[in-house]
């Protein structure tokens, strides 16, 4: 639980086993009772052990014990020694005692009647947790037990075992004064302090000489939410505390679960990134999927230090993850298959900071002339780029096939999906027709679609540069992945066209708002991750394992890829001093770290 506020702190051992928003609404009931009751260390203010010598002076005793230099004022300064007299300022030699080799101890009883029932409960566990502080304070043990068990039943501390026992300890038998005599008589001269927490009537004048009560009384009055406690103390006067209910869903939560839920630690990460490699569209995450199919999601850290958080979402049985995303929290998207591994529908899971299941998932069915032609197993190898458009529409583009999930339903794109990406909420699409005409197709937040027709006839192969800066992002478009001749489109500027080295593969497209536009390619053995632009060929990082995944961010001039072994790297165009390196090390505590980059 979170740290109390300063005035909670004689009670904060006890009060941070509840949940705060309880323990705050417990807190005024305990400030007002602790008052009334008052600390142990009144309830045996005289020494009861054998006399040994002086230990000091006193304000107090008997003139047999006053000090020399006080009868030297009797002497010398007569009209002195009266005024100190009468002014109470005359010192005496302090008697020191033997005191008994045992802990003090204090005693609570707690009435569990049915004229305790409901609010009255409330107060037993605000009294237990007096109790427990005040024993605390003064090194005392606390035992405690119920008034209608037998005094075999005693039980000893405050803990959030021995408070759920005090609650759940409600029966129909009223206590009576026969019961305290029993109590009484069971622990003979153990106990310092005896109190009773319960019905007015209890404590007799046989036993009030010995026993101290906080009787509870729940106020009938029409319209009253109020509980009134009178504290009854051996030689002093009693005193009436009013404590006002909280509110009726706070009142049933202290009673039935008033205590922190202790969830289990989450379980150290051992899997590594195996396939597919995305950013989210605000640039701070990276998504992946590990081994078992699991949604691995990165924390990016900021600037040029820190290191990433790995979370990991595990999806149900015949499901697989096949879209990931960041809005207002994280969102992955499996696609749920029957036994025969057709596709029945597509579902959303919220997820936590910690990547645990948040509040319900969303359902979207799959249309039953989509469902009978399962997606291929390789076509959801690779992980999809969640957007969301407005607040209940989700795009995702798979086997090059874009799926708008709206109003609990799936629906595709009639047209090839070459490339995609993303601005703010808005997703972009260069579609080709069974007619090879290519568009670029904007879906709106509202619903609404632009299309945008391009010159010439099919490609096979596109990518979009990556950046939300641009009327439309710079495209660049090959015959082949591994075409010797790749042309760069921008609306606003002239095209571009680049010659890629014999033997690469490209891989994506840098634009010209804070990176050079040109080509992010392969070399033949997937080692080594080179750039391609008007200015010539720079190398941006060699890896020792061959690279299998490389994306673009969808915001900021980078670029991130994944190796055979897990390792991811991100590499910042803005700070080319700086490579941020991913090592899986099996807990992912310090999953990326940075190192110099050399051009």
């Known amino acids: 639980?979170?740290?109390?506020?300063?005035?909670?702190?004689?009670?904060?051992?006890?009060?941070?086993?509840?949940?705060?928003?309880?323990?705050?609404?417990?807190?005024?009931?305990?400030?007002?009772?602790?008052?009334?009751?008052?600390?142990?260390?009144?309830?045996?203010?005289?020494?009861?052990?054998?006399?040994?010598?002086?230990?000091?002076?006193?304000?107090?005793?008997?003139?047999?014990?006053?000090?020399?230099?006080?009868?030297?004022?009797?002497?010398?300064?007569?009209?002195?020694?009266?005024?100190?007299?009468?002014?109470?300022?005359?010192?005496?030699?302090?008697?020191?005692?033997?005191?008994?080799?045992?802990?003090?101890?204090?005693?609570?009883?707690?009435?569990?009647?049915?004229?305790?029932?409901?609010?009255?409960?409330?107060?037993?566990?605000?009294?237990?947790?007096?109790?427990?502080?005040?024993?605390?304070?003064?090194?005392?043990?606390?035992?405690?037990?119920?008034?209608?068990?037998?005094?075999?039943?005693?039980?000893?501390?405050?803990?959030?075992?021995?408070?759920?026992?005090?609650?759940?300890?409600?029966?129909?038998?009223?206590?009576?004064?026969?019961?305290?005599?029993?109590?009484?008589?069971?622990?003979?001269?153990?106990?310092?302090?005896?109190?009773?927490v319960g019905s007015p009537g209890l404590v007799t004048s046989a036993t009030s000489s010995r026993v101290q009560?906080?009787?509870?009384?729940?106020?009938?009055?029409?319209?009253?939410?109020?509980?009134?406690?009178?504290?009854?103390?051996?030689?002093?006067v009693r005193q009436t505390v009013r404590l006002e209910l909280?509110?009726?869903?706070?009142?049933?939560?202290?009673?039935?679960?008033?205590?922190?839920?202790?969830?289990?630690?989450?379980?150290?990460?051992?899997?590594?990134?195996?396939?597919?490699?995305?950013?989210?569209?605000?640039?701070?995450?990276?998504?992946?999927?590990?081994?078992?199919?699991?949604?691995?999601?990165?924390?990016?850290?900021?600037?040029?230090?820190?290191?990433?958080?790995?979370?990991?979402?595990?999806?149900?049985?015949l499901e697989r993850v096949i879209a990931a995303g960041w809005h207002k929290g994280l969102v992955a998207v499996t696609a749920r298959f029957d036994s025969s591994g057709r596709?029945?529908?597509?579902?959303?899971?919220?997820?936590?900071?910690?990547?645990?299941?948040?509040?319900?998932?969303?359902?979207?069915?799959?249309?039953?002339?989509?469902?009978?032609?399962?997606?291929?197993?390789?076509?959801?190898?690779?992980l999809a780029t969640l957007t969301f458009a407005g607040k209940r529409r989700l795009v995702l583009v798979v086997n090059e096939r874009a799926y708008m999930l709206m109003d609990g339903l799936v629906r595709q794109s009639p047209y090839r999906v070459l490339a995609h990406t993303q601005r703010s909420e808005r997703m972009l699409l260069l579609t080709i027709d069974e007619e090879l005409r290519r568009a670029v197709r904007t879906t709106f937040s509202n619903g609404t679609e632009t299309t945008t027709l391009l010159e010439g006839l099919g490609t096979t192969r596109a990518h979009f540069a990556g950046g939300m800066r641009y009327p439309l992002p710079l495209l660049g478009l090959g015959e082949l992945a591994t075409s010797p001749r790749w042309t760069l489109i921008d609306a606003t500027r002239p095209s571009i066209g680049l010659d890629v080295p014999t033997g690469t593969t490209v891989v994506g497209v840098t634009g010209p708002a804070e990176w050079v536009a040109g080509l992010l390619v392969l070399t033949a053995d997937r080692k080594r991750l080179q750039h391609v632009s008007a200015q010539g060929l720079q190398q941006i990082v060699e890896s020792d394992?061959?690279?299998?995944?490389?994306?673009?961010?969808?915001?900021?001039?980078?670029v991130a890829w994944l190796d055979a072994n897990g390792g991811i790297g991100v590499f910042d165009a803005a700070n080319t001093k700086k490579l941020l390196i991913g090592l899986p090390d099996g807990n992912g505590r310090r999953l990326m770290h940075f190192t110099e980059y050399r051009r």
């Open 545 to 558: 394992s061959p690279i299998i995944e490389v994306t673009p961010d969808f915001e900021f001039p980078r």
């Open 213 to 236: 009560q906080v009787e509870l009384d729940e106020v009938m009055t029409p319209g009253a939410r109020r509980l009134e406690a009178t504290v009854r103390r051996a030689g002093r």
């Open 343 to 382: 596709v029945l529908r597509f579902v959303a899971w919220p997820l936590t900071k910690r990547g645990e299941r948040k509040g319900d998932p969303a359902t979207f069915e799959v249309p039953e002339a989509l469902s009978t032609a399962p997606l291929p197993d390789d076509a959801l190898s690779d």
């Open 1 to 196: 639980m979170s740290v109390l506020p300063a005035p909670l702190k004689p009670w904060a051992a006890q009060l941070g086993l509840l949940q705060r928003e309880l323990a705050l609404a417990l807190a005024p009931w305990i400030q007002r009772l602790s008052l009334s009751i008052g600390p142990l260390s009144d309830a045996q203010a005289r020494p009861t052990g054998a006399p040994d010598g002086y230990d000091g002076v006193a304000r107090k005793g008997p003139y047999e014990r006053l000090l020399m230099t006080e009868w030297l004022y009797a002497d010398e300064a007569p009209e002195e020694f009266l005024r100190r007299a009468a002014e109470g300022e005359h010192l005496f030699s302090r008697l020191a005692v033997r005191e008994p080799h045992r802990a003090r101890q204090c005693l609570v009883l707690f009435d569990s009647g049915p004229a305790q029932l409901g609010a009255p409960r409330i107060a037993h566990l605000a009294a237990f947790i007096v109790f427990a502080s005040r024993c605390e304070a003064a090194h005392a043990r606390l035992r405690w037990g119920v008034l209608q068990t037998p005094p075999v039943n005693l039980r000893e501390g405050f803990s959030k075992t021995e408070a759920e026992t005090l609650l759940r300890s409600r029966t129909t038998r009223p206590a009576s004064s026969a019961d305290l005599d029993g109590w009484l008589v069971s622990i003979g001269d153990e106990a310092d302090d005896v109190w009773v």
């Open 246 to 317: 909280p509110s009726a869903a706070v009142c049933t939560s202290l009673l039935r679960a008033p205590f922190t839920v202790e969830r289990p630690k989450p379980k150290p990460v051992t899997s590594s990134p195996t396939r597919g490699l995305v950013f989210s569209a605000s640039g701070n995450r990276l998504f992946t999927r590990g081994a078992d199919g699991e949604l691995i999601s990165l924390v990016l850290p900021y600037g040029t230090s820190g290191t990433s958080k790995r979370i990991v979402f595990q999806p149900p049985p």
